[in-house]
């Protein structure tokens, strides 16, 4: 049986239900969905079903790399962290300032990381073989970014608002418009995972991704924040997002997944 929005709006709040009852009744509160959140029909299947087997780097310390992903096989330029400069054209779309900090449990900034994005364009899609999106592609969007923070900590790219678009969850499924972020500490076997949204968006309640993230707190500072100041005049409206590395404030990253 296909499962419908219904359906899955249904198990969205029995998860919450759930989390809310193990907290009244004195359980922690969890930062991190859990990886096997049912109405996320993708985590259940990835879900480990065997004990996790360990990697012994010390005879290959390069084994864990092979099949990690990689935007740039040279040094940082000064267009890598504007996706609207990387091509011969403008791409379609509002463009938007994002920027913030990358901060450790105590606030302290995290300096020198490197920070890459990836998002679909406009239109909702990816600039991916494998997308099954059939929105237009935009030849002037490839949809990835990267750069270093500075010495605050501080990361900022230009980029044009990310459409929603449909997945195969569940009938009618759309997911909000999001940024995916990854922050590397001094390897590929460091690098931490999450997504960005932005506010208000009328999809929040029906995505099972970001109802995973059962805590609200937690959930909500997945959003950035519209900031005036960010916008650039007669060019892009500004977003401010931190990430938060561990501790009680953390920001909710793709553990296991």
Not at 21 to 37: F, I, Q, S
Not at 222 to 229: P, R, S
């Amino acid at each position: 049986m296909t499962l419908t929005q219904r359906d899955i709006d249904q198990e969205i709040a029995a998860e919450h239900a759930a989390y809310d009852k193990r907290v009244a009744d004195g359980a922690p509160r969890e930062h991190h969905p859990r990886r096997d959140y049912a109405p996320y029909r993708s985590s259940t299947l990835r879900h480990p079903g065997q004990p996790l087997v360990a990697i012994d780097v010390s005879k290959d310390p390069e084994l864990v790399e092979l099949s990690s992903p990689a935007f740039g096989e040279r040094d940082i330029t000064e267009i890598d962290n504007d996706l609207t400069r990387q091509h011969t054209g403008e791409p379609i779309g509002e463009r938007i300032t994002v920027s913030g900090r990358l901060l450790d449990r105590d606030g302290r900034p995290v300096r020198g990381q490197l920070v890459e994005i990836w998002q679909a364009n406009s239109a909702g899609r990816y600039a991916h073989r494998r997308e099954q999106h059939d929105a237009p592609l935009d030849p002037n969007f490839t949809g990835v970014g990267r750069t270093l923070t500075d010495t605050e900590g501080r990361y900022s790219f230009t980029t044009v608002q990310p459409g929603p678009y449909p997945w195969r969850n569940h009938l009618n499924a759309w997911r909000p418009a999001h940024i995916h972020f990854s922050v590397f500490g001094a390897a590929f076997t460091q690098r931490l995972v999450t997504q960005m949204y932005f506010p208000n968006d009328p999809l929040f309640p029906y995505d099972p991704i970001l109802q995973s993230v059962t805590d609200d707190a937690a959930r909500q500072r997945l959003i950035a924040t519209y900031d005036h100041d960010l916008s650039v005049p007669e060019f892009s409206l500004g977003y401010h997002w931190d990430i938060v590395l561990d501790g009680p404030h953390a920001t909710w990253l793709e553990e296991g997944r």
